[in-house]
């Protein structure tokens, strides 16, 4: 079993930068996949990245390409996403999930952690 942890959101203009990390429990972190996701108000939640065990395979969905990199540090158990070029309609909670398998639904992934909201002002 996997706990995840997310940190880092909060309050940033337009045009602002961020990075947010997801710590994870355990001693098996190299074995999942991580990913990030992100749920705006009223909104579904939607897949933003993944990356696979190694850290090499990285997939994003499309229209976030550029602005946002995915990564991991295997040895500190905890997964990033930077985001650059922040805008409004970046606003939501985030959330990074691990599963054994990749996949771009949420519900391909069985861990998931609380959440860290990314609100950007205009």
């Known amino acids: 079993q996997v706990q995840l942890v997310e940190s880092g959101g909060r309050l940033v203009q337009a045009g602002g930068s961020l990075r947010l990390s997801c710590a994870a429990s355990?001693?098996?972190?190299?074995?999942?996949?991580m990913a990030w996701f992100r749920q705006a108000p009223g909104k579904e939640r939607e897949f933003v990245a993944a990356?696979?065990?190694?850290?090499?395979?990285?997939n994003y969905e499309n229209s976030l390409k550029g602005r946002f990199t995915i990564s991991r540090d295997n040895a500190k158990n905890t997964a990033y996403l930077q985001i650059n070029s922040l805008k409004p309609e970046d606003t939501a909670v985030y959330f990074c999930?691990?599963?054994?398998?990749?996949?771009?639904?949420?519900?391909?992934?069985?861990?998931w952690g609380r959440g860290t909201q990314v609100t950007v002002s205009s």
């Open positions: 990356i696979g065990r190694s850290g090499i395979a990285t």
């Open positions: 999930a691990a599963d054994r398998q990749s996949g771009t639904k949420s519900s391909e992934y069985e861990y």
């Open positions: 355990g001693r098996t972190f190299s074995s999942y996949v």
